[in-house]
T-cell receptor
Framework: DAGITQSPRHKVTETGTPVTLRCHQT?????MYWYRQDPGHGLRLIHY???????DKGEVSDGYSVSRSKTEDFLLTLESATSSQTSVYFC?????????????FGNGTRLTVT | KQEVTQIPAALSVPEGENLVLNCSFTDSAIYNLQWFRQDPGKGLTSLLLIQSSQREQTSGRLNASLDKSSGRSTLYIAASQPGDSATYLC???????????FGQGTRLTINP
């Protein structure tokens, strides 16, 4: 798991409620990423961070926000959950973000919005 | 916009065979290409990373090649084992920050 912990592992929530997913790393890697994985769409980047308080949008960022106040933690917040946000969410980390730095993934959070 | 395609979507072979998984991408201006495996209910495990200046990488029974000009990569698995059964995904990164674009994967089953 490359020292990556995602919490919770499973969550069921109702439409319209806010939800926060947490990614914690013990590797002191600079780059952190949030992806979602859906049948027919594969893995898509939501947001990423290149340092404390430094974040940027990915391909499917609408409806999501992120925060990174410490190197080891990257939070993903669904402001008002919708059924289309039912998915498996993966956190990933990269030491430098460079061409020679592979991504390491956590085990995912399965989110169901009812 | 970069698009990554993996064909076939599923593959089933008997144990012991050598096999090749294919990955193609539409934009040759890539930073690197990575191969991952994903077991059911689990995250992705990084297998091999090929930088844009490299042609291939090897790890044990795995060999990945990269041909940027034709927009193709292959993952060769030698002497396949039942434990190799998983979904294999390739992903390419454009310039900087490792923002990967993933293929949809090939689901590989090795039959004992």
């Amino acid at each position: 798991d490359a020292g990556i912990t995602q919490s919770p592992r499973h969550k069921v929530t109702e439409t319209g409620t806010p939800v926060t997913l947490r990614c914690h790393q013990t590797e002191n890697h600079r780059y952190m990423y949030w992806y979602r994985q859906d049948p027919g769409h594969g893995l898509r980047l939501i947001h990423y961070s290149y340092g404390v308080k430094d974040t940027d949008k990915g391909e499917v960022s609408d409806g999501y926000s992120v925060s990174r106040s410490k190197t080891e933690d990257f939070l993903l917040t669904l402001e008002s959950a919708t059924s289309s946000q039912t998915s498996v969410y993966f956190c990933a980390i990269s030491l430098s973000g460079g061409a020679d730095s592979p991504l390491h993934f956590g085990n995912g959070t399965r989110l169901t919005v009812t | 916009k970069q698009e990554v395609t993996q064909i076939p979507a599923a593959l089933s072979v008997p144990e012991g065979e050598n096999l090749v998984l294919n990955c193609s991408f539409t934009d040759s201006a890539i930073y690197n290409l990575q191969w991952f495996r994903q077991d059911p209910g689990k995250g992705l495990t990084s297998l091999l990373l090929i930088q844009s200046s490299q042609r291939e990488q090897t790890s044990g029974r795995l060999n990945a090649s990269l041909d940027k000009s034709s927009g193709r990569s292959t993952l060769y698995i030698a002497a396949s084992q039942p434990g190799d059964s998983a979904t294999y995904l390739c992903a390419v990164s454009g310039q900087g920050a490792q923002k990967l674009v993933f293929g949809q994967g090939t689901r590989l089953t090795i039959n004992p």
